[in-house]
C-alpha cells in the first residue's frame, strides 16, 4: 500500500473516530471544516497531485472520493444523532407541568347601579329609544333658563348646587339634556339620557352629593298624556313585574304642564301595604309630564305642531327597590362583600 493510500485511511479513520465522539452539531462542523473544508487534510491531499505520477492519479481520485464519501455519509447520520438529542434537551428543559395550579384570577362582575341601568336601556331600547348623553359640567343656561326655571325662580333653591362660576354648574338633574337634544333641531325625538348627577346634599341613607338619573324625552306629532302613561306602564310592568299597577299624581315640575308623579303597586306586598312600602302599598317611581310649550319654543321646536312628554328617574332608586337594598350609601362604598350578591 503507497503511503498516499495509507495517509487516505488514516484521516479517513481519525474522521471517522472524531465524529462519533462529537458531542455537539458546532463541533460536528469544525470537524467538516478540517477535514473537507478548503485547507481541510483531505482536500491537501486532493491539492498535493500535482506530485503523483499521471498515471496514479486516477486511484489516488477514487481513493480520496471513497473516503470523502464515508466521511460525508458518516457525518450526516452523527447529525441526525445531535438533531435529535439537542431537540429533545430543548423540549425537556421547556417542558410545562399542566398539572400545576394556575395563579387565581378574581373576575369582577357590573356594579347593581349598572345592572339596574342597563335593564331600563334595554327597556326603551326596546320601544325604539336612542340612548343620549350630556354633560355633567353644564350651563346654568340648559340646566334651569331653559327649562323654565329662570334667574329668580324658588325651584333653583330646592336643587342645592355647586356653581363653578355664575353660569356654569354640576348639573342637579339630567334634564338639560332634553334642551340640548330638542336644539339639534332633529325631531322626531324618543330618547333616554341616563348620568350623573350632582347636590349640595348630606350624605345619609336616602341622599348622596352625587347621584344618576334617567331621563326620558319624546317630541312628535300628536304626543299625548296616553302614550306617556302608556309608555310608563309598559316600563314600571317590564322593571317590577307584569303585575305591577301604575298611578300618576298631579305634580309640579317647571318645565312640564300638566306634570305628575308615577307611583308604582308595592311589588312585595302586591299593594296592601307592608314594611316595605311603608304601608302605603304605592312606591313612588318617577317624576313626569307634558314637555311646556314655552320649554318647546325656547328649544326652538313649534309648539303648535309638536308635543311631548318627559320623564326623569333616579336610578339609584330603582336599584334600592328592585334589590332590596334599604341604604342608598352601601352602593358607593364598594365593599366587595356587598357587591358580590348582585
Ligand atoms: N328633573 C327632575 C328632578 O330632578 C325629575 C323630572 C321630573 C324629570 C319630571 C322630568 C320630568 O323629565 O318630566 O327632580
Not at 82 to 100: F, G, K, N, P, Y
Not at 148 to 162: C, K, M
Not at 213 to 239: H, S, Y
Request: glycine fraction near 8%.
Amino acid at each position: 500500500m503507497s503511503d498516499l493510500q495509507e495517509r487516505v485511511k488514516q484521516i479517513a479513520e481519525e474522521a471517522a473516530a472524531r465524529i462519533d465522539g462529537a458531542d455537539s452539531l458546532p463541533s460536528l462542523n469544525d470537524l467538516r471544516v478540517a477535514v473537507l473544508g478548503k485547507k481541510g487534510t483531505l482536500t491537501q491531499i486532493l491539492k498535493g497531485m500535482k506530485d503523483v505520477p499521471p498515471e496514479e492519479r486516477p486511484r489516488v481520485g477514487q481513493w480520496v472520493n471513497d473516503a470523502r464519501f464515508a466521511i460525508e455519509e458518516r457525518m450526516e447520520l452523527a447529525k441526525k444523532r445531535l438533531e435529535a438529542a439537542a431537540l429533545s434537551a430543548q423540549l425537556a428543559s421547556e417542558h410545562i407541568d399542566v398539572t400545576l395550579p394556575s395563579v387565581r384570577q378574581e373576575i369582577g362582575h357590573r356594579h347593581p347601579n349598572t345592572i339596574a341601568l342597563k335593564e331600563v336601556e334595554r327597556i326603551f331600547v326596546g320601544m325604539g329609544y336612542e340612548v343620549l348623553e350630556g354633560p355633567e359640567i353644564e350651563y346654568d343656561d340648559y340646566n334651569f333658563t331653559k327649562l323654565n326655571i329662570p334667574d329668580g325662580h324658588p325651584a333653583r333653591d330646592e336643587q342645592d348646587t355647586f356653581y363653578i362660576t355664575k353660569e356654569i354648574l354640576l348639573r342637579t338633574q339630567t334634564s338639560p339634556v332634553q334642551a340640548r337634544v330638542m336644539e339639534t333641531g332633529k325631531l322626531p325625538i324618543r330618547m333616554i339620557a341616563p348620568g350623573r348627577v350632582f347636590r349640595s346634599d348630606e350624605v345619609d341613607a336616602t341622599h348622596s352629593p352625587s347621584f344618576h338619573q334617567i331621563e326620558g324625552l319624546v317630541v312628535d306629532k300628536g304626543i299625548t298624556f296616553a302614550d306617556l302613561k302608556g309608555t310608563l306602564a309598559v316600563f314600571a310592568r317590564e322593571l317590577f313585574g307584569e303585575e305591577t299597577k301604575t298611578r300618576f299624581r298631579p305634580h309640579h315640575f317647571p318645565f312640564t304642564e300638566p306634570s305628575a308623579e308615577m307611583d308604582v303597586s308595592c311589588f312585595k306586598c302586591g299593594g296592601k301595604g307592608c314594611r316595605f312600602c311603608k304601608g302605603e302599598g304605592w312606591i313612588e317611581i318617577l317624576g313626569c309630564g307634558m314637555v311646556h310649550p314655552h320649554v318647546l319654543e325656547m328649544c326652538g321646536i313649534d309648539k303648535d305642531v309638536y308635543t311631548g312628554f318627559a320623564f326623569g328617574v333616579g336610578l339609584e332608586r330603582i336599584a334600592l327597590l328592585k334589590y332590596e337594598i334599604d341604604d342608598m350609601r352601601l352602593l358607593y362604598e364598594n365593599d366587595v362583600r356587598f357587591l358580590k350578591q348582585f
